[in-house]
């Protein structure tokens, strides 16, 4: 089969590897009717992650038919249209009995890894670092599914691939995000990150009720979709961002944070420095200062930072003193997808959203290397590339 695989920093080819196989009772096959591109994968892009190995085949947002099963899978048919989440969960252990699906204690397979990094094991991941178990990914023909009867999430009649595709991961990772806030209907939230988890972290807060939603970005792009969703704009190139927020709340600034950027700006460089305390990360300094340093300063005393943004490794001179005095409450982790997915389900059928929106760019398998540059650089208004192989 055809898949997008990785092969270092900068460097995602378009190869020939073989197809994947039924390798435990409960797993099924998926055919990938179409798959897209998130920010996540664009660490791996950058190099950042570590734990990356030459070959893997990149991608946890998919959905498809699936194609087999195996013969303890009660739930799945051959024949059925699903969207899978990213986060791999096998549905029995405490933390997934408890909801908590992206924290799953048997999914992932590199235990040793996770723990050393992590001081615990996480869920598994598809097309992720070895240190999520480095399941082969979705941005291919064909992808194994494990533990595929707990999890997928079946598509009723009538509903394209682009309304139910970002079901597996930035939808239901802007609602947490937005959850997580606890938005009270007085709530002014604020989005820092207005790519794909930041244009559903503003839809959710609106649609939890908060007063006001206000983003930021510097991509006049994503800034007109943030408006067009409902958010009042900063660009952060243009505008003192904590004189704007104070502006726009009395003063007193936003109750809730949410940090959809992630380490974009600051960023690990090796297995090594997550893994040896001794060797700090490797800092990255921009002309920004860093979105988490930003927020704890921005937010209102007693409010919440809610970070969806996926750090790898060490963050330095985090002003823990404005936290801890301020009484502010972090929220943050990879999502637990599965918990969500019905209820969003619902809303989609509802007619509440349409997630469609987001979608800037569409091709086959074939582009996605061209196309992780494209989205990477927001070039051309690259805001969601789906790609259909
Ligand atoms: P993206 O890279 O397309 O979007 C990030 C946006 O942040 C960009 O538009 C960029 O211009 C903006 N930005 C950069 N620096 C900024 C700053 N200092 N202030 C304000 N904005 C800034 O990525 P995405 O797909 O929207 O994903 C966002 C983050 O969410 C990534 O870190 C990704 O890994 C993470 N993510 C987390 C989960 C989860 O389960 N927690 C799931 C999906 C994605
Ligand atoms: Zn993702
Ligand atoms: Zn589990």
């Given at each position: 089969?055809?898949?997008?695989?990785?092969?270092?920093?900068?460097?995602?080819?378009?190869?020939?590897?073989?197809?994947?196989?039924?390798?435990?009772?409960?797993?099924?096959?998926?055919?990938?009717?179409?798959?897209?591109?998130?920010?996540?994968?664009?660490?791996?892009?950058?190099?950042?992650?570590?734990?990356?190995?030459?070959?893997?085949?990149?991608?946890?947002?998919?959905?498809?038919?699936?194609?087999?099963?195996?013969?303890?899978?009660?739930?799945?048919?051959?024949?059925?249209?699903?969207?899978?989440?990213?986060?791999?969960?096998?549905?029995?252990?405490?933390?997934?009995?408890?909801?908590?699906?992206?924290?799953?204690?048997?999914?992932?397979?590199?235990?040793?890894?996770?723990?050393?990094?992590?001081?615990?094991?996480?869920?598994?991941?598809?097309?992720?670092?070895?240190?999520?178990?480095?399941?082969?990914?979705?941005?291919?023909?064909?992808?194994?599914?494990?533990?595929?009867?707990?999890?997928?999430?079946?598509?009723?009649?009538?509903?394209?691939?682009?309304?139910?595709?970002?079901?597996?991961?930035?939808?239901?990772?802007?609602?947490?995000?937005?959850?997580?806030?606890?938005?009270?209907?007085?709530?002014?939230?604020?989005?820092?990150?207005?790519?794909?988890?930041?244009?559903?972290?503003i839809r959710s807060a609106l649609l939890l009720g908060a007063r006001q939603v206000i983003a930021i970005d510097r991509v006049p792009e994503r800034l007109a979709?943030?408006?067009?969703?409902?958010?009042?704009?900063?660009?952060?190139?243009?505008?003192?961002?904590?004189?704007?927020?104070?502006?726009?709340?009395?003063?007193?600034?936003?109750?809730?944070?949410?940090?959809?950027?992630?380490?974009?700006?600051?960023?690990?460089?090796?297995?090594?420095?997550?893994?040896?305390?001794?060797?700090?990360?490797?800092?990255?300094?921009t002309d920004r200062p860093h979105v988490l340093r930003e927020m704890i300063m921005a937010c209102r005393p007693a409010g919440i930072l809610s970070v969806p943004?996926?750090?790898?490794?060490?963050?330095?001179?985090?002003?823990?003193?404005?936290?801890?005095?301020?009484?502010?409450?972090?929220?943050?982790?990879?999502?637990?997808?599965?918990?969500?997915?019905?209820?969003?389900?619902?809303?989609?059928?509802?007619?509440?959203?349409?997630?469609?929106?987001?979608?800037?760019?569409?091709?086959?398998?074939?582009?996605?290397?061209?196309?992780?540059?494209?989205?990477?650089?927001?070039?051309?208004?690259?805001?969601?590339?789906?790609?259909?192989?």
């Amino acid at each position: 089969m055809r898949a997008l695989c990785w092969h270092g920093k900068h460097d995602i080819r378009c190869d020939t590897v073989p197809d994947p196989g039924i390798e435990d009772g409960r797993d099924a096959i998926l055919k990938v009717t179409s798959c897209a591109i998130c920010g996540s994968d664009l660490h791996l892009f950058d190099g950042v992650m570590p734990g990356m190995e030459h070959g893997d085949v990149m991608g946890h947002e998919f959905m498809g038919e699936v194609v087999e099963v195996g013969r303890d899978n009660k739930a799945l048919k051959v024949g059925d249209r699903v969207v899978v989440p990213f986060t791999i969960s096998c549905g029995e252990c405490e933390q997934c009995r408890r909801g908590n699906f992206s924290v799953c204690e048997r999914s992932n397979r590199n235990k040793k890894l996770a723990d050393k990094a992590f001081g615990h094991s996480t869920a598994g991941l598809y097309g992720y670092t070895h240190l999520t178990g480095g399941y082969p990914g979705g941005q291919a023909e064909y992808v194994r599914v494990p533990y595929a009867d707990c999890g997928p999430l079946k598509i009723p009649e009538g509903l394209s691939d682009e309304q139910v595709l970002f079901l597996g991961d930035i939808f239901p990772t802007g609602w947490q995000a937005a959850v997580a806030c606890d938005i009270e209907p007085e709530d002014t939230v604020c989005v820092w990150g207005a790519g794909p988890v930041g244009q559903f972290a503003i839809r959710s807060a609106l649609l939890l009720g908060a007063r006001q939603v206000i983003a930021i970005d510097r991509v006049p792009e994503r800034l007109a979709m943030a408006a067009a969703g409902g958010a009042i704009t900063i660009d952060f190139d243009e505008e003192p961002v904590l004189e704007r927020l104070a502006e726009l709340t009395g003063g007193k600034g936003p109750q809730k944070c949410i940090d959809a950027v992630g380490m974009e700006a600051h960023a690990t460089r090796s297995l090594d420095s997550i893994v040896d305390r001794a060797k700090q990360a490797v800092m990255l300094e921009t002309d920004r200062p860093h979105v988490l340093r930003e927020m704890i300063m921005a937010c209102r005393p007693a409010g919440i930072l809610s970070v969806p943004g996926v750090y790898g490794g060490f963050v330095d001179k985090i002003p823990m003193g404005a936290l801890m005095n301020k009484g502010l409450t972090l929220r943050t982790g990879q999502t637990h997808v599965p918990r969500w997915t019905e209820d969003l389900l619902r809303r989609i059928r509802d007619g509440q959203i349409d997630p469609s929106f987001v979608i800037t760019h569409s091709a086959g398998l074939e582009d996605g290397p061209g196309l992780y540059k494209t989205f990477r650089d927001k070039e051309d208004g690259c805001i969601k590339v789906v790609l259909k192989p």
